[in-house]
């Protein structure tokens, strides 16, 4: 007897009902269990060996360790399973089906949670090496909502939804009835996978412009300190390009001819402009903020009835947190078309004034001395350039004057306006000084 024919010999055999063999045990299949088990076994060590060595290298948590151990061990008995199932012939149907094209089999079941289980550990490894790397960027900086806790939580939900992606594309692709399965508009048909790979192509997409605003371009800007608001349009503009790439990507890998659909879409893209024309205007004039960058984030903006600091600059509206703390949406065009003082792009000394009225017969220099006086005792009023005051008018009822300060305080000047006022006013109670109100003579003819 052969060595082959030996390793061919049936030890035990299992029928169904139907007279569908199930199971075929044989002593080649018992020494594929054997050399399976090793060969699992001997790699789920490795695997252990080696996540130890890369914990020392980035210092990762017991509980992302407890965790990552936990699911070695899981693959490695599942994959034992797999392997065994295998080599014994071994695949039985979880219940009967009358669709000849789908079948759902212990083996699958099996090996669809291996792909989970998986993925899951590629989820906590990966995003815990981009978190290590994000924090030794930013560890030195007061963290900001571009580079807050929020960004990191976003980044680690992109991960592991492009994980799964990949399992679910895998899973239907050696489903035959699901990956044939295509739905048909017109000419284009696309099947659920390709579906999948859209949205997988545009979790990518962001993941790679996580990695290159917050890993690659942010060491660069720290380098050559370049201010929040360039980084932002930087940071804009570089989306722009990668999402736009992405979505040619994914209609060339679902062979759509880009020709027939541009033409398709070009009747309905100007009914579209003619609808949506003050949202076209807003997109184009959020681009010519990004590139003039007339206004960026971290400026602080008067404009109309809002002063506030502008949070975010987005394809159609800007946010801009105003002093009263509430977040005000204003379209871009808006602020490309109207006037905005934009106090940020100034210099960062500014020039006030405060106006004040003093009655008829007031000693002028007496007036003059108290103002400079109580410019000098408000905080947040500089020194230099001195302040000075300027005789305005005589008004209808008072001598007018103006008490012209330069300060830096611009996000909080009204403060320093307010207190400025409270100190002009004890000193010219304290000196008798008047400030009069309106008076009106009224005659009555008898």
């Known amino acids: 007897m052969s060595f082959s024919e030996w390793l061919g010999q049936s030890l035990f055999s299992w029928n169904s009902a139907n007279g569908s063999q199930l199971l075929h045990v044989t002593i080649g299949g018992i020494v594929g269990c054997v050399l399976a088990t090793i060969v699992v076994l001997a790699l789920v060590r490795l695997a252990r060996i080696g996540l130890r060595r890369y914990s020392g290298q980035h210092q990762l948590t017991p509980e992302l360790m407890g965790f990552v151990n936990r699911m070695i061990i899981a693959a490695g008995v599942i994959s034992c399973l797999i392997l065994c199932m295998l080599s014994l012939h071994?695949?039985?149907?979880?219940?009967?089906?009358?669709?000849?094209?789908?079948?759902?089999?212990?083996?699958?079941?099996?090996?669809?949670?291996?792909?989970?289980?998986?993925?899951?550990?590629?989820?906590?490894?990966?995003?815990a090496r981009l978190l290590e790397e994000f924090d030794s960027q930013t560890q030195k900086d007061i963290y900001n909502d571009q580079y807050g806790a929020k960004n990191k939580s976003n980044i680690t939900g992109v991960v592991r939804n492009a994980l799964f992606l990949i399992v679910s594309i895998i899973l239907i692709s050696n489903n035959s009835s699901l990956s044939d399965y295509k739905l048909h508009f017109g000419e284009l048909s696309i099947s659920l996978t390709d579906i999948l790979f859209v949205i997988l192509v545009v979790l990518i997409a962001r993941l790679l412009?996580?990695?290159?605003?917050?890993?690659?371009?942010?060491?660069?800007?720290?380098?050559?300190?370049?201010?929040l608001g360039k980084q932002y349009a930087y940071n804009q503009l570089l989306s722009y390009v990668i999402y736009f790439l992405a979505i040619i990507f994914a209609l060339r890998w679902m062979e759509t001819d880009l020709t027939l659909l541009?033409?398709?879409?070009?009747?309905?893209?100007?009914?579209?402009?003619?609808?949506?024309?003050?949202?076209?205007?807003?997109?184009?004039?959020?681009?010519?903020?990004?590139?003039?960058?007339?206004?960026?984030?971290?400026?602080?903006?008067?404009?109309?009835?809002?002063?506030?600091?502008?949070?975010?600059?987005?394809?159609?509206?800007?946010?801009?947190?105003?002093?009263?703390?509430?977040?005000?949406?204003?379209?871009?065009?808006?602020?490309?078309?109207?006037?905005?003082?934009?106090?940020?792009?100034?210099?960062?000394?500014?020039?006030?004034?405060?106006?004040?009225g003093v009655a008829y017969g007031t000693d002028t220099n007496e007036v003059k001395r108290l103002l400079l006086e109580a410019a000098k005792k408000t905080d947040g009023i500089l020194d230099r350039p001195m302040p000075f005051i300027r005789f305005f008018e005589f008004g209808a009822s008072s001598l007018d004057f103006q008490l012209i300060f330069f300060s830096e305080q611009i996000r909080t000047i009204e403060d320093v306006k307010s207190n400025l006022r409270f100190e002009i006013d004890d000193l010219f109670r304290a000196n008798d000084i008047i400030i009069p109100f309106p008076q009106r003579d009224v005659h009555f003819n008898k």
């Open 90 to 127: 071994f695949n039985p149907i979880v219940w009967p089906t009358s669709v000849d094209s789908f079948s759902l089999s212990y083996r699958n079941i099996l090996i669809a949670i291996l792909c989970i289980i998986i993925a899951r550990i590629a989820d906590k490894v990966i995003s």
């Open 209 to 227: 412009l996580w990695i290159l605003t917050n890993l690659f371009l942010y060491g660069f800007y720290k380098r050559e300190r370049i201010d």
């Open 262 to 356: 541009l033409a398709g879409a070009a009747a309905l893209l100007v009914g579209i402009g003619i609808a949506l024309q003050q949202v076209i205007s807003d997109f184009f004039s959020g681009l010519v903020i990004l590139f003039e960058r007339s206004v960026e984030v971290g400026d602080f903006l008067d404009f109309g009835d809002y002063r506030g600091t502008v949070k975010k600059i987005g394809l159609r509206a800007s946010i801009i947190e105003t002093i009263e703390r509430k977040d005000v949406v204003i379209p871009n065009s808006h602020l490309v078309n109207e006037r905005v003082t934009n106090w940020s792009s100034t210099r960062v000394i500014t020039r006030f004034e405060v106006g004040v």
